[in-house]
């Protein structure tokens, strides 16, 4: 029962950067972790960054290691992606999620956002 809306999608050049974020309410008490997937055309949901609430853990993929960071606003139940020095590789829908326990695997989540569209262009 945690709704999360995500937001600051779009359309970028290779190279530039863009700042995703996603805000959850309702039973936000039962929140352990929330983090970051993304999706393309074709391919498997891929996790990309996840927060640990409890000890400001960060955990990433190794594809976005140095280039994304993800961060957080405990007053503002809120988690941010920043996404720096982005390819054309990165485009796709990013969802954002939350759950219990820490994990790359998506069915470990049980509450995600609609998902904001990033397109970098070449």
């Known amino acids: 029962q945690v709704q999360l809306v995500e937001s600051g999608g779009g359309l970028v050049q290779a190279g530039g950067s863009l700042r995703l974020s996603c805000a959850a309410s309702g039973r936000t008490f039962s929140i352990y972790v929330m983090g970051w997937f993304r999706q393309s055309p074709g391919k498997e949901r891929e996790f990309v960054a996840a927060?640990?609430?409890?000890?400001?853990?960060?955990y990433y993929a190794d594809s976005m290691k140095g280039r994304f960071t993800i961060s957080r606003d405990n007053a503002k139940n809120t988690v941010y992606l920043q996404m720096n020095s982005l390819k054309p590789e990165d485009t796709a829908v990013y969802y954002c999620?939350?759950?219990?326990?820490?994990?790359?695997?998506?069915?470990?989540?049980?509450?995600w956002g609609q998902g904001t569209q990033v397109t970098v262009s070449s």
């Open positions: 927060l640990s609430w409890s000890g400001s853990r960060t």
């Open positions: 999620t939350a759950g219990q326990v820490l994990s790359s695997e998506s069915s470990a989540f049980g509450s």
